[in-house]
Nanobody, 120 residues
């Protein structure tokens, strides 16, 4: 059983940056591909980015390409999401998730989420 805890959310002005972290415990972190998702009020949860076990392959939603970067540190059991050039439409609760497969097939474990609010 893997537990995931996100941190790093907050309030930022448009054009600013935030770095989200997601620390894993209870499993072998390097065995899991990791993903970031987000859910804005009144909208479905959507995929943001994913990274494979070793950090050598990544995927991004078109809406964040060139602005967000996913990375991981297996020694620290942590995956990161660096968010630059933030826009008001990036406002959402951001979740990290873990999947044993690459490409990701089914995210079995989810964190509780961290709120990101971008003001205009």
């Amino acid at each position: 059983q893997v537990q995931l805890v996100e941190s790093g959310g907050g309030l930022v002005q448009a054009g600013g940056s935030l770095r989200l972290s997601c620390e894993a415990s209870g499993g072998t972190f390097s065995s899991y591909a990791m993903g970031w998702f987000r859910q804005a009020p009144g909208k479905d949860r959507e995929f943001v980015a994913a990274i494979n076990w070793g950090g050598t392959s990544t995927r991004y939603a078109d809406s964040v390409k060139g602005r967000f970067t996913i990375s991981r540190d297996n020694a620290k059991n942590t995956v990161y999401l660096q968010m630059n050039s933030l826009k008001p439409e990036d406002t959402a609760v951001y979740y990290c998730a873990a999947d044993l497969h690459w490409p990701p097939r089914e995210y079995n474990y989810w964190g509780q989420g961290t709120q990101v609010t971008v003001s205009s």
